[in-house]
């Protein structure tokens, strides 16, 4: 079994910064990759950033790309989001999740996720 703890949501005025953590236990290791996903009231779940565990590889929603960056660390099986020039846009609950350990074809489609964190809140207000 895998468990997931989202951490570093919160208010934040717009253009602001914010630091997302995510911290995994269990078989981790088995994840092909690992991402995060938002979603706003009213609106489905969005693919935001995702890293391949194994080779580092990244890739981004292209609302985020340029001002979102995500990075993992192997050795402590965490991973991170830098979120800056934050926009009310953004505001959503914010989940870490990890994917399947084989067969991916999409990394940015949410049923290629097994295990999911608890989600953190993050409002950027005007």
């Known amino acids: 079994q895998v468990q997931l703890v989202n951490s570093g949501g919160g208010l934040v005025q717009a253009g602001g910064s914010l630091r997302l953590s995510c911290a995994a236990s269990g078989r981790t290791f088995s994840s092909y990759a690992m991402g995060w996903f938002r979603q706003a009231p009213g609106k489905e779940r969005e693919f935001v950033a995702a890293v391949r565990w194994r080779s580092g590889s990244t890739s981004y929603a292209d609302s985020v790309k340029g001002r979102f960056t995500i990075s993992r660390d192997n050795a402590k099986n965490t991973m991170s989001l830098e979120m800056n020039s934050l926009k009310p846009d953004d505001t959503a609950v914010y989940y870490c999740?990890?994917?399947?350990?084989?067969?991916?074809?999409?990394?940015?489609?949410?049923?290629?996720?097994?295990?999911w964190g608890q989600g953190t809140q993050v409002t950027v207000s005007s």
């Open positions: 999740a990890a994917s399947k350990p084989y067969g991916v074809s999409a990394i940015s489609d949410p049923d290629e996720y097994d295990y």
